[in-house]
């Protein structure tokens, strides 16, 4: 069974930054594109970033500038760093394995709350 386990979530004031991590325990990381998506409370869940299996990056207009996602294949594992931090951010923050056609999964979600 395919798994995704998200850290480093956690509280952060406005301004701030943290660093997200989501490693699989699967070999569908290296054909995957893998994404951060989240969701605020009383929303829907919604597109953070991606990242292609090539390396090509997608981010939510919100987060440009801010964000980073990026991917280490050799230890199965995609990031995100998120800087200048706003109350905006809080919300469920989700890791997703993708492959056209083939798979779709998710992991169970971390929690980044942003006080003004």
């Known amino acids: 069974q395919v798994q995704l386990e998200e850290s480093g979530g956690g509280l952060v004031q406005a301004g701030g930054s943290l660093r997200l991590s989501c490693v699989t325990s699967?070999?569908?990381?290296?054909?995957?594109?893998m994404g951060w998506y989240r969701q605020a409370p009383g929303k829907e869940r919604e597109l953070v970033a991606t990242?292609?299996?090539?390396?090509?990056?997608n981010y939510a207009g919100s987060v440009k500038g801010r964000f980073t996602i990026s991917r280490d294949n050799a230890k199965k594992t995609v990031y995100l760093e998120m800087n200048s931090l706003n109350p905006e951010d809080t919300g469920v923050y989700y890791c997703?394995?993708?492959?056209?056609?083939?798979?779709?999964?998710w992991g169970r979600g971390t929690q980044v709350t942003v006080s003004s």
């Open positions: 699967e070999s569908i990381f290296s054909s995957s594109t």
């Open positions: 997703n394995a993708y492959r056209i056609h083939q798979w779709n999964y």
């Open positions: 990242i292609t299996s090539g390396g090509s990056t």
